[in-house]
């Protein structure tokens, strides 16, 4: 098949409107908050990325898997009641490992924000526009 055949060419242009209206909410951002959210956005992945390994590698990536879609506010996650269930647990031991797996995610952002900056002493600091960068 020659290059291009039986699909269409997607134009460099068409490529760059199509990422920024993935990024972009529907108000207009300056490129600077764009840039911001999307660090942002990478920082929180690198964090989730490495708590998944850290469950799997300890057995228990089925438990990670279904806690994961706990720290997102969205409607149709999953009830704690739901996931015990599933995972044969009780609903407390549920909420215990939610109470954890969310400690271990604030510790491993903070790990991360570190490595972002300077000086350790930094990282609070960091913290605020990187909140904020998710926020808008």
């Known amino acids: 098949m020659k290059r291009g055949e039986g699909r269409p060419l997607v134009s460099l242009e068409e490529l ?5 209206a993935d990024f972009e909410p529907a108000h207009t ?3 600077d908050r764009i840039y911001e959210r999307r660090w942002a956005l990478s920082l929180l992945e690198q964090v989730l990325a490495r708590l998944e390994e850290e469950y799997r590698v300890a057995g228990r990536a089925a438990l990670f898997e279904q806690l994961k879609q706990l720290l997102i506010e969205e409607p149709g996650k999953p009830s704690h009641a739901q996931i015990a269930q599933e995972l044969s647990m009780t609903e ?4 215990q490992a939610l109470y954890r797996l969310r400690q ?3 510790l491993l952002l903070r790990e991360e924000v570190a ?4 000086n350790p002493g930094d990282v609070e600091d960091e913290l605020r ?3 904020a960068a998710l926020q808008a």
Not at 16 to 20: A, G
Not at 92 to 95: G, I
């Open 16 to 20: 760059v409107v199509r990422e920024r």
């Open 29 to 31: 951002l300056s490129a």
């Open 92 to 95: 407390n031991a549920v909420n």
């Open 104 to 106: 271990r995610y604030r």
């Open 115 to 118: 490595q972002t900056v300077a």
């Open 129 to 131: 526009p990187f909140i």
